[in-house]
């Protein structure tokens, strides 16, 4: 059964930067669409990005667009999350989800916390 762990959340300051990662185990995520989603206290989960099996497309919501970059190294079956210019409003739980061509997200990690102070 494939697995997924994010890491590398944390507390940080308005304008900071993180690095979250999502290491699959179990099966491998090359030919997967991997993306990252957040639920911010109290509210609905939310689309963060996505990113293709090759890599060669990627797609981010406005709220993070060109402050979050995603991307992937298959051969570390691992997925990324750069987190530029952080806000306040970008504290939430990530999570980490794949699925492979024509379903829908199916295989989810447990989250990581990521807080913004001010």
């Known amino acids: 059964q494939v697995q997924l762990v994010e890491s590398g959340g944390g507390l940080v300051q308005a304008g900071g930067s993180l690095r979250l990662a999502c290491a699959a185990s179990g099966g491998t995520i090359s030919t997967w669409t991997m993306a990252w989603f957040r639920q911010a206290p109290g509210k609905e989960r939310e689309f963060v990005a996505r990113?293709?099996?090759?890599?060669?497309?990627?797609y981010a919501a406005d709220s993070v667009k060109g402050r979050f970059t995603i991307s992937r190294d298959n051969a570390k079956n691992t997925a990324y999350l750069q987190m530029n210019g952080l806000k306040p409003e970008d504290t939430a739980v990530y999570y980490c989800a794949a699925r492979s061509a024509g379903t829908t997200y199916s295989y989810w990690g447990q989250g990581t916390h990521v807080t913004v102070s001010s």
């Open positions: 990113i293709t099996w090759s890599g060669a497309i990627t």
